[in-house]
């Protein structure tokens, strides 16, 4: 348990440098104007692309990013200059047309001078099905860095090295150990946690329906998820912020590790499930997944892991897909 959650967490509903948590209901780009330059260490979050009726032709698409560009012109100015910020998108899907995200994003922060540290590929398992095209399974995280003065803790993400006795077989070091007693790099591609402590690849779940963080929010950060940037980019103490910060997953992965947390949402709903969950926390009765966690495995005996009798039998089952039309499900 982290120092910060021994005593009562200090909760502010507006910026305050010595609360701990600060919970706002605001409009994003207003609110961000209103604080200090290079208040922030890390700014990680996940901003909202369901663009739904709204922007139902490319040109909504354009609007969108426009509005995204003077958000995050706002968040370069409030990172600090030896801080990160962590842009989590995946991709829009528009009459079957995939855009990816990432892709879009990326110019947007070169042109406001930040430079690009990795684009970290984050696979899960669960999500809609499609029939015209292959299952999206995975999202993407652009790191970037305001200066090349940035903070990176590599020892506190290692993971185990899978030949720890490696040693060099040629040149100067011949003979030594090859790796580092702490672990390895984790790399830039997060799939399978339970495969982690083998071959360094990281696995973290989506939050669906059956994980312990479940909640309203149709889109919802995994702590663990966060907690890794925490962990790796900021230090104790540092005020992490997410302005979307619905739920308030990035609040409990900063709380969690002895940084502060900053998080900004329009929807009061949110933020209520935000403060719930905060003092869930405390109490130490919040649902969470643990970091490293392996995934669950099942067996084969389980009725939903055996294959049905109508498959054996050639007939499988049609099921309409997330456009609503029917479909072999793969």
Not at 142 to 159: E, G, P, S
């Amino acid at each position: 348990m982290s120092d910060l959650l021994r005593d009562s967490i200090s909760v502010s509903s507006q910026f305050d440098m010595t609360s701990q948590a600060i919970i706002v209901c605001d409009d994003v780009l207003s609110c961000c104007q209103a604080l200090p330059p290079e208040v922030s260490q890390l700014i990680v979050s996940s901003p909202p692309y369901n663009l739904g009726k709204e922007y139902e032709k490319q040109t909504g698409l354009q609007k969108y990013l426009e509005w995204q560009e003077c958000v995050i012109e706002e968040l370069v100015r409030l990172c600090h200059s030896n801080g990160s910020i962590v842009w989590q998108v995946g991709n829009f899907v528009e009459q079957g047309e995939v855009y990816p995200l990432d892709i879009y994003f990326y110019p947007i922060f070169k042109k406001l001078g930040m430079k690009l540290r990795n684009r970290i590929v984050w696979h899960f398992d669960h999500g809609l099905h499609a029939s015209k095209r292959f299952s999206g399974r995975y999202e993407v995280l652009l790191w970037f860095t305001k200066t090349d003065d940035y903070i990176f803790n590599l020892d506190a993400v290692r993971v185990p090295s899978k030949y720890p006795g490696k040693r060099h077989y040629k040149g100067e070091k011949k003979g030594e150990l090859s790796g580092n007693p702490l672990g390895k790099n984790p790399s830039d591609f997060w799939p399978l946690i339970c495969r982690e402590w083998e071959s360094g690849i990281i696995d973290i779940p989506n939050v669906k329906s059956n994980h312990p963080e479940k909640t309203p929010h149709p889109c919802q950060f995994p702590i663990e998820l966060v907690e890794r940037c925490v962990l790796a980019l900021t230090n104790k103490d540092d005020l992490i912020l997410d302005p979307f910060g619905g739920v308030g997953s990035s609040l409990l992965a900063a709380i969690k590790n002895s940084r502060r947390g900053m998080i900004i949402d329009k929807e009061p709903s949110y933020l209520n499930v935000a403060h719930e969950r905060l003092a869930a926390m405390q109490n130490g009765t919040l649902k969470i997944r643990p970091l490293g966690k392996p995934l669950h495995q099942p067996s084969g005996k389980e009725k939903v892991a055996q294959v049905p009798h109508e498959w054996k039998q050639g007939q499988k089952a049609p099921a309409k897909d997330p456009q609503g039309q029917q479909g072999i499900l793969f």
